[in-house]
Structure formats: structure tokens, C-alpha cells
């Protein structure tokens, strides 16, 4: 899980990505999963917790709520500027 954490320190708060995962009701290889798919959702129209659940499977409220755990879109976009979330996570997802 080094690569999420690492992404994970990116996040005001510091969360690592169990307790993460503990707070939205995921295994931290679901949070890596829905990180990536929110991860390209972001970049397209339309709502992005609805596009991550459709394409990675996992149920939208606790895509939702990790959300609004990371900081919202904003926070997306830029973890994405600073590392390439979509491709880091997506590759250690093999998404």
C-alpha cells in the first residue's frame, strides 16, 4: 500500500489508507479502487461519485463519503496534479 499512502499524505489530515477506509466502509483496496475511478471521474461532466461507482462497481455512498473525507473535488484535482492519482492508482489497481 505504499503508493496509496503515499497519495493518502497528500490529503489534509494525514489519513492513511485504513483508517480511511474505516471511516467509508471499505478495505483499503476498495479506497484504492474508488481513489482511481474518482480519480478519472473527476476530469469528466456529470457527477463524479455516480461515474466512479459505474465504472468501478462499488456502491456510490461510500464513494460519496471518501468524497468528502479526501476534501472533495477539489482536493481530487489536485492530488491528480501532484501525481497522476488516476494512473498511480489505477496501475496498482490493475485498472
Known sequence: MGILDGIMGQ???GFD???LAARVGLTPEQVGAA???L????????DTAAQAADSSG???EPLRALLEQIGGEEMLQKMDGLGGLAGGLGG????
Open 39 to 46: 480519480g478519472v471521474a473527476q476530469a469528466q461532466p456529470g
Open 35 to 37: 481513489l482511481a475511478a
Open 92 to 95: 496498482l489497481f490493475g485498472r
Open 11 to 13: 490529503i489534509p489530515g
Open 58 to 60: 462499488l456502491p456510490i
Open 17 to 19: 489508507a485504513e483508517s
